[in-house]
T-cell receptor
Framework: AQKITQTQPGMFVQEKEAVTLDCTYD???????LFWYKQPSSGEMIFLIY??????QNATEGRYSLNFQKARKSANLVISASQLGDSAMYFC???????????FGPGTRLSVLP | DVKVTQSSRYLVKRTGEKVFLECVQD?????MFWYRQDPGLGLRLIYF???????EKGDIPEGYSVSREKKERFSLILESASTNQTSMYLC??????????????FGQGTRLTVV
């Protein structure tokens, strides 16, 4: 069965520092995609970054990068140079070939301190 | 600009009422989803639809039904609302997954309170 685990319910980081949000996943399908979403207090879900299971390089999008360790089934999100506007809930999600739906983790609440 | 639109941002309903949550997407996506979001539990799938008139139960379908008569519209129905259905409801759509980046696009969410 598909499963996403995010072990950090809450994280604090100082402004301008880097932070890593953990995500581990479980699937038996060799073809899958991993996604990170940001949810500010306003409630909308904002797509941040995608990593495919066959991608050779770690994905990057601006200040976001995904530390993909396939053997460990780990897909951690790294945010560099944190900003106050990064304070939000962050969800890791997976989609594999067995189904068309997305499985989400419980989320990590990130608070950026001035 | 691609869009998923949910009919209401906030709703307050009474116990026992029949409640309709509407979702419309303009991206011609095959897949549409209804999730429920509760603190500490993340997003849990209620139902999804992969084509018109097709639906599959997700993880928590009890107390809910869905309707997809047109490709762009996916409705969530609470047959008889109860207080334990007070939650944030998120609609999403996506293309069919074919091994590449096929992210889900979300609506703004409906915060439903059942009193």
């Amino acid at each position: 069965a598909q499963k996403i685990t995010q072990t950090q319910p809450g994280m604090f980081v100082q402004e301008k520092e880097a932070v890593t949000l953990d995500c581990t996943y479980d699937t038996s399908d060799p073809s899958y995609g991993l996604f990170w979403y940001k949810q500010p207090s306003s409630g909308e879900m904002i797509f941040l970054i995608y990593q495919g299971s066959y991608d050779q390089q770690n994905a990057t999008e601006g200040r976001y990068s995904l530390n993909f360790q396939k053997a460990r089934k780990s897909a951690n999100l790294v945010i560099s140079a944190s900003q106050l506007g990064d304070s939000a809930m962050y969800f890791c999600a997976m989609r594999d070939g067995y189904g068309q739906n997305f499985v989400f983790g419980p989320g990590t609440r990130l608070s950026v301190l001035p | 600009d691609v869009k998923v639109t949910q009919s209401s941002r906030y709703l307050v309903k009474r116990t026992g009422e029949k409640v309709f949550l509407e979702c419309v997407q303009d991206m011609d996506h095959e897949n549409m989803f209804w999730y429920r979001q509760d603190p500490g539990l993340g997003l849990r799938l209620i139902y999804f639809s992969y084509d018109v008139k097709m639906k599959e139960k997700g993880d928590i379908p009890e107390g809910y039904s869905v309707s997809r008569e047109k490709k762009e519209r996916f409705s969530l129905i609470l047959e008889s609302a109860s207080t334990n259905q007070t939650s944030m409801y998120l609609c999403a759509s996506s293309p069919v997954h074919r091994g590449s980046n096929t992210e889900a696009f979300f609506g703004q969410g409906t915060r439903l309170t059942v009193v």
